[in-house]
């Protein structure tokens, strides 16, 4: 079974930025299309970016487009959630997942979670 260990959340002034990191423990992690959550309090879990098994193909919800960049380093067995210009709205629990499944990750049906970092955005 893939493992996903989120780190890099903290909690940091508005305007800021911030990078999490995803670390797979898995040897078929590259097999794995990759993509970031985020849930605020009394908020419903929210697609934030995907990418591809090789890294080559990314997409990004319209509400972080060009603030929130989505990579991964497949020899580290690590996917990355680089977030500028930080928000007070960033605030949430920010979860990696994946699966070998395109048509999954697009469904936000995702069979590998990991276990969410807190980031929290101060004004």
């Known amino acids: 079974q893939v493992q996903l260990v989120e780190s890099g959340g903290r909690s940091v002034q508005a305007g800021s930025s911030l990078r999490l990191s995803c670390a797979g423990s898995?040897?078929?992690?590259?097999?794995?299309?990759m993509a970031w959550f985020r849930q605020a309090p009394g908020q419903e879990r929210e697609f934030l970016a995907a990418i591809n098994w090789a890294g080559d193909y990314e997409y990004y919800e319209d509400s972080v487009k060009g603030r929130f960049f989505i990579s991964r380093d497949n020899a580290k067995k690590v996917v990355y959630l680089q977030m500028n210009s930080l928000i007070p709205e960033d605030t949430a629990v920010y979860y990696c997942?994946?699966?070998?499944?395109?048509?999954?990750?697009?469904?936000?049906?995702?069979?590998?979670w990991g276990q969410g970092t807190q980031v929290t955005v101060s004004s």
């Open positions: 997942a994946g699966d070998d499944n395109w048509g999954r990750v697009l469904a936000g049906r995702l069979r590998t």
């Open positions: 898995h040897q078929f992690f590259s097999d794995y299309n």
